[in-house]
Nanobody, 115 residues
Framework: QVQLVESGGDLVQSGGSLRLSCATSGINFRFYAMGWYRQAPGKQRELVAVIASGGSTNYADSVKGRFTISRDNAKNTVYLQMNSLKPEDTGVYYC?????????WGQGTQVTVSS
């Protein structure tokens, strides 16, 4: 059974930091591209950051220089370090795992940034 479990979401003041984690099980993690997406109220889900199986990364323009995605293949876990948080970063953050036709999602973790 595949599971992606996000954690680390919280209420934080503008300018603060959070570190999200996504622990996975039931997949051969090292083969998967891992991504973080977010969905703000009334908006579509959007890509925040992605890390390929080889470690290359891509970020949404809105988070470049503030967020860092990383992975630990020994722990089957992907992280998102978020610094200099802004109110517009508020939303539910979802973890995603993709490899070939496989595409899995976590249940999400809430991040709220107060101004």
């Amino acid at each position: 059974q595949v599971q992606l479990v996000e954690s680390g979401g919280d209420l934080v003041q503008s300018g603060g930091s959070l570190r999200l984690s996504c622990a996975t099980s039931g997949i051969n993690f090292r083969f998967y591209a891992m991504g973080w997406y977010r969905q703000a109220p009334g908006k579509q889900r959007e890509l925040v950051a992605v890390i390929a199986s080889g470690g290359s990364t891509n970020y949404a323009d809105s988070v470049k220089g503030r967020f860092t995605i990383s992975r630990d293949n020994a722990k089957n876990t992907v992280y998102l370090q978020m610094n200099s948080l802004k109110p517009e970063d508020t939303g539910v953050y979802y973890c995603n795992a993709k490899w070939r036709a496989a595409d899995y999602w976590g249940q999400g973790t809430q991040v709220t940034v107060s101004s």
